[in-house]
């Protein structure tokens, strides 16, 4: 045996750097592969059965109700049907900022009985303020978030009754009293309500709650409440809701019986039954499957026998959600007071059209999905057809503002041109890339143009793929390239649309703005955005022809033989002209001087907040007697209210926030 006392020599002396690949067990949680090692070990000794109980399932609160089911399965069979959908989120950094977004948003307008915003409410009390809420849970280390949808939810006289004797269920399975607010939704077909819990319980401990009871327990409740709220579903009920399923173009629980039928795809429906719910199922089944049929998922390849196409069950999920979509779509253009969406619609695909761009007016926005906080955008394009885009985890979803002018496009899922040129440099010096290096590599290379590989390098260190030394040096993997892509690739599952705003104003704004509009950046681009002479893109090309006619008015374009010609550095010359007008009214309001920004100056002042100008948006900094506007980045918006300091560069501001330091914007 070895002995780590006595002498300096034994000293163990760890070394810190960057996590590196842990093989198959990579990222998963310590105590998460013990739990699998004691079920495998006990699997050994006692059999596969008896290994189910290290899953790590069942531990937790509630977890001796996980297994809660009724007596028969003719009581289940007749049990009023809840779908609840849960979900553990994190509070740590950027989730608090995000369960903020959530809050809001849940309680948006429209989603009451009567049109209006959503109302919070708790065990007690009809009004909640969200915002105290949240404040007294700033320190909580998760919260967890329910959809409960009752099938049968329009027949309740008051969803708020049976939330709260659901959440009064809950704190006996749990054996604890719990914080939590809730929100009715009646703004789409099934209404529903939003349940926010704490994750603390009553003795101020972090609340754990059983994964049996999140995936099963808590359903299983749900369900024998509403039963005993409503009586059981009568034969009648249920005989409806099974014939409407024949037809529809979703999957439904009769593909479900389908296909567990199913042996290798085919399915035997020789020998109908005689009477009773055999019959009618065998009925549901055969008229089901001739649907599907005429979807060309399944045949007849002799009488009786029929085969299941693989792809059977992906078709109809998808058909399902197209279904879903199209009605977002046509509740968005009903909203905005459109015509009815007509055929020329199309579902944007990132994974699908990785060059393509879709230029147009945002007419509506929502959840995709509200658990998972998923938004959706509804796009009026200069290309005559509406798009729907799902663009994922968005935390600046309140900045789309109805009307205003965006671009989407598929997020870049490779490496940038900076991540080669990182990589270049460090292949020719063992590893290692700094600024001297790049200097070395490329002497033409300015000294913003390094910082942004910097900034990109202390992006990916937080990801663990980059290391810092102490001397500015930065230690490169071999494998760079390959772990950038795998970033990129996995955070675009999460967010995979870039959103542009090219303007926060409508085109009759723009048409006679003082500042650069997003209409003369078209109309002095040297490639023109193809555009439908229909809808929205007749639109603009109307309010095109009428910002020529404004700017020719202005002086700042004159017609000759060859069209119209426009003043030189024109985009230019109208930024300055609106910066100066809007910052003479700061000036008049505040009693301080406006001090523009030029290259190489240096700002420093607090950060107040963002200003709207037809040229983009800018940010307000002020200083004891003068301030200043200059364009705005979203790296800003960490220090409002606090002191920043930049440099002018040639296009951009080079920004230090607070204590940190090298945090740039391009």
């Known amino acids: 045996m070895c002995s780590l006392a006595g002498t300096d020599d034994d000293d163990f002396k760890p070394k810190l750097g960057r996590f590196r690949d842990l093989g198959k067990n990579s990222g998963k949680r310590y105590v998460t592969r013990v739990l699998n090692a004691v079920g495998k070990k006990n699997a050994r000794?006692?059999?596969?059965?008896?290994?189910?109980?290290?899953?790590?399932?069942?531990?937790?609160?509630?977890?001796?109700?996980?297994?809660?089911?009724?007596?028969?399965?003719?009581?289940?069979?007749r049990q009023r049907r809840v779908v609840i959908k849960a979900r553990f989120v994190k509070l740590a950094g950027a989730g608090f900022r995000k369960a903020g977004a959530h809050m809001r948003y849940v309680q948006r307008d429209g989603v009451s009985k009567e049109g209006a915003p959503g109302k919070l409410y708790n065990a007690i009390r009809d009004e909640v303020d969200g915002d105290k809420f949240l404040d007294q849970a700033k320190n909580d280390r998760h919260q967890f978030r329910f959809i409960v949808s009752p099938e049968d939810a329009a027949e309740l006289g008051d969803m708020k009754i049976y939330t709260r004797d659901l959440m009064d269920q809950m704190e006996k399975d749990l054996g604890t009293k719990l914080d939590w607010v809730a929100v009715d939704h009646y703004n789409t077909d099934h209404p529903h309500t939003h349940i926010i819990v704490r994750g603390i319980a009553d003795d101020g401990k972090d609340l754990i709650i059983a994964k049996d009871y999140m995936a099963s327990g808590f359903r299983e409740r749900a369900s024998a409440l509403m039963t005993d709220e409503l009586g059981p579903r009568h034969d009648h009920e249920i005989q409806s809701a099974l014939r409407r399923e024949v037809t529809q173009d979703r999957f439904t629980s009769i593909d479900r019986k389908l296909l567990s039928m199913a042996d290798g795809g085919m399915i035997d429906m020789r020998g109908q039954p005689p009477e009773g719910y055999a019959r009618f199922n065998y009925a549901l089944s055969l008229g089901r499957l001739e649907k599907l049929r005429d979807m060309q998922l399944a045949s007849e390849t002799e009488p009786g026998i029929w085969h299941l196409s693989s792809e059977t069950e992906s078709t109809l999920r998808d058909l399902g959600m197209r279904g879903d979509i199209i009605k977002t779509m046509h509740a968005e253009m009903t909203r905005s007071g459109k015509p009815t969406l007509s055929k020329d619609y199309e579902i944007f695909r990132p994974k699908d059209e990785q060059s393509k761009k879709i230029v147009g007016k945002l007419i509506g926005k929502g959840l995709s999905d509200e658990l998972n906080d998923r938004y959706y955008l509804v796009v009026e394009g200069v290309d005559g057809k509406t798009h729907y885009a799902d663009i994922g985890q968005a935390t600046d979803i309140e900045a789309y503002k109805t009307g205003s002018i965006i671009e989407l496009s598929p997020k870049n899922t490779g490496p940038r041109n900076t991540d080669h040129t990182i990589a270049e440099i460090a292949n020719a010096n063992k590893g290692l890339y700094s600024a001297e290096l790049h200097v070395r590599h490329d002497r033409k290379a300015s000294n913003e143009f390094i910082k942004a590989h910097i900034r990109r390098l202390e992006g990916l260190r937080r990801n663990n793929i980059a290391r810092r030394f102490a001397d500015g040096t930065w230690e490169i993997p071999d494998d760079y390239l390959r772990e950038v892509s795998d970033l990129v690739k996995h955070q675009a599952r999460f967010s995979p649309v870039n959103v542009a705003t090219q303007s926060q104003f409508s085109l009759e704004v723009q048409i006679q703005a003082t500042g650069a509009t997003w209409l003369d950046r078209s109309l002095l681009a040297p490639s023109k955005i193809p555009m439908s002479n229909t809808g929205f893109g007749a639109e603009v090309d109307d309010a095109l022809k009428q910002r020529q006619a404004h700017l020719v008015e202005e002086g700042f374009a004159q017609k000759t033989t060859n069209g119209i010609r426009y003043q030189r550095d024109l985009l230019k010359t109208l930024e300055q002209r609106e910066v100066s007008k809007v910052a003479e009214g700061i000036s008049k309001q505040t009693g301080k001087t406006f001090r523009p920004a030029q290259k190489g100056d240096k700002i420093e002042g607090v950060y107040l907040k963002p200003?709207?100008?037809?040229?983009?948006?800018?940010?307000?900094?002020?200083?004891?007697k003068e301030f200043k506007l200059v364009p705005w980045r979203s790296v800003l918006e960490r220090a409002r209210g606090q002191v920043v300091s930049g440099v002018v560069g040639g296009s951009s501001i080079s920004w230090d926030i607070g204590n940190k330091r090298g945090v740039g914007i391009s």
């Open 45 to 77: 000794f006692h059999g596969p059965q008896r290994s189910l109980g290290f899953t790590g399932r069942n531990i937790g609160r509630g977890n001796h109700t996980a297994a809660f089911r009724n007596s028969s399965a003719q009581a289940r069979f």
């Open 611 to 624: 200003v709207e100008l037809a040229s983009g948006r800018y940010a307000l900094i002020e200083k004891s």
